[in-house]
T-cell receptor
Framework: AQTVTQSQPEMSVQEAETVTLSCTYD???????LFWYKQPPSRQMILVIR??????QNATENRFSVNFQKAAKSFSLKISDSQLGDAAMYFC????????????FGEGTQLTVNP | ETGVTQTPRHLVMGMTNKKSLKCEQH?????MYWYKQSAKKPLELMFV???????ENNSVPSRFSPECPNSSHLFLHLHTLQPEDSALYLC????????????????FGPGTRLTVL
């Protein structure tokens, strides 16, 4: 069974600085998808970025990018030029190709952005 | 209304009450999900409905009873809950394409904060 570990319960960053959130996972499959979701205080969870395991190139979405290390089973999220609106709980998640539509989430990292 | 909506946003109930949570998706998706989010724990998938048929039930106690009357609506009927059932209940929807190598993201609602006294 797949597992996801986020070892940083809380992180903080100064506005305009860069922060990296860690995520490691375990899976026995070679085909899977990885995600970072953001849950702001309003609680609506939204997708930040996704990565297909077969793609070697790291995904990028504006100020958000990932460092995907397949061999190490690591999937960190880098937020550049942090903004106050980035403050939220961030969840890492995995979906294996054979697991239907099941997403397995980590415990989350609470990110605080200091002005 | 757009996206995924959930009502009520907050619910307080006693252990002997019967209540229902409602979820509606306006995205034309064919799959809907119920998750439980407790403090300092990963989101727990409770139920999955695909094309209005329950395809996954993750050992959820029978005091939680889902219902999916059509592809746009999902209910979670609650009966004789326990205080440890207090949590944020999230609904999500997605479009399942049914072919290998494809996956569409899940869109989440704002959740219902449930407190069981």
């Amino acid at each position: 069974a797949q597992t996801v570990t986020q070892s940083q319960p809380e992180m903080s960053v100064q506005e305009a600085e860069t922060v990296t959130l860690s995520c490691t996972y375990d899976t026995s499959e070679s085909d899977y998808y990885l995600f970072w979701y953001k849950q702001p205080p309003s609680r609506q969870m939204i997708l930040v970025i996704r990565q297909e395991a077969y793609k070697q190139q790291n995904a990028t979405e504006n100020r958000f990018s990932v460092n995907f290390q397949k061999a190490a089973k690591s999937f960190s999220l880098k937020i550049s030029d942090s903004q106050l609106g980035d403050a939220a709980m961030y969840f890492c998640a995995i979906k294996e190709e054979t697991s239907g539509s099941r997403l397995t989430f980590g415990e989350g990292t609470q990110l605080t952005v200091n002005p | 209304e757009t996206g995924v909506t959930q009502t009520p946003r907050h619910l307080v109930m006693g252990m002997t009450n019967k209540k229902s949570l409602k979820c509606e998706q306006h995205l034309g998706h064919n799959a809907m999900y119920w998750y439980k989010q407790s403090a300092k724990k990963p989101l727990e998938l409770m139920f999955v409905y695909s094309l209005e048929e329950r395809v996954e039930n993750n050992s959820v106690p029978s005091r939680f009873s889902p219902e999916c009357p059509n592809s746009s609506h999902l209910f979670l009927h609650l009966h004789t809950l326990q205080p440890e059932d207090s949590a944020l209940y999230l609904c999500a929807s997605s479009q399942i394409l049914g072919r290998v190598g494809s996956y569409n993201e899940q869109f989440f609602g704002p959740g219902t904060r449930l407190t069981v006294l």
